[in-house]
């Protein structure tokens, strides 16, 4: 059984957890405000790039980007992100548990001699990334959990010639998608290819399509866009992770919060229950020596 003095020095540890994770859930509240910000940003420029690209395949013109084209699959490049600090639940671990379960599904996809390289982003994730079966780990210095918007155009860039040289055949990303801080829901995103049906999919087609008269021609401006439609989608995909951990980290810390305020009461309990028992034996060794 715990003394007063043990029941007291727990107390004032929970005290000082419970003040930390307040602290921290504050900090992740000013941090996801300015990453909701971002995001907001972020969304109408992929939109209008998306826009732009679907007026070009309405108006009947006749072109292929060669960032659009599909073929056999022998070679994916996954890209994973995930965040360097930990304290925010179980959204590292299921970012994992979506790589092994989107490795599972591309070796069911695309059966026989299927290389898959993973781009790792995140000091939480990587060790267990570099432990995986059946995949290379490709690390660069530049691409981290808060590369820069010019870092990521980098990589981009360098997937993107690979893609073109062959080396890659498919190109996709894992990401958490931000909803609110309460929900936050593991995606995969395919880069590359740029699949024109999906991008088609989620738009209402117009009852009459607008002659557009274009300048320059038609295949100089989806050469100029469709590489950066694929530079904003990992981007937005950046932001949404970046988001969703702030907002996971305030869900974690909340609920240490309230499982401290609940450990303290019951501590408290205890402590004065211990208290009560002392004076009570004190009293009565008092009672019993003024009998005597």
């Known amino acids: 059984m715990s003394t007063m003095r043990e029941l007291k020095g727990r107390i ?3 005290q000082s957890s419970q003040k930390i994770t307040s602290a921290m859930k504050m900090i992740s509240s000013a941090k996801l405000r300015k990453a909701e910000q971002a995001l907001r940003g972020m969304a ?15 108006a009947d013109r006749e072109y292929e980007s060669p960032l659009a084209q599909q073929r056999p699959v022998h070679r994916v490049a996954l890209i994973l992100l995930a965040s360097d600090e930990g304290l925010c639940g179980a959204y590292n671990s299921n970012l994992y548990k979506a790589l092994l379960s989107r490795l599972s599904e591309l070796h069911a996809a695309f059966p026989g001699q299927l290389a898959i390289d993973v781009y790792p982003a995140g000091k939480k994730v990587i060790s267990a990334v570099e432990h995986t079966v059946g995949i290379t780990v490709c690390r660069r210095d530049y691409f981290h959990a808060k590369s820069t918007p ?13 893609f073109l040289a062959g080396e890659y055949d498919r190109v996709e990303c894992i990401y958490t998608h931000y909803k609110s801080v309460a929900t936050q829901t593991v995606r995969t995103r395919q880069l590359l290819p740029v699949s024109i049906e999906d991008m088609q999919s989620g738009r209402k087609r117009p009852s009459r399509v607008t002659p557009y008269i274009y300048e320059p021609d038609c295949a100089t401006i989806f050469e100029t866009v469709m590489p950066l439609f694929v530079n904003a989608s990992l981007i937005e995909a950046c932001l949404q992770s970046r988001t969703s951990e ?5 869900l974690a810390m909340q609920t240490a919060s309230d499982n401290a305020g609940k450990l303290l009461d019951e501590l408290r309990i205890e402590y004065n ?16 020596g003024s009998v005597r």
Do not use: F, H, W
């Open 12 to 14: 004032g540890s929970v």
């Open 44 to 58: 109408p420029y992929r939109e209008q790039l998306q826009l732009t690209i679907n007026n070009l395949l309405e």
């Open 150 to 162: 010019d870092e990521l155009k980098r990589l981009v860039g360098e997937l993107t010639a690979s």
């Open 246 to 250: 702030q907002g996971a980290r305030i």
């Open 273 to 288: 229950k211990l208290r009560q028992q002392g004076i009570t034996n004190e009293l009565l060794d008092i009672m019993g």
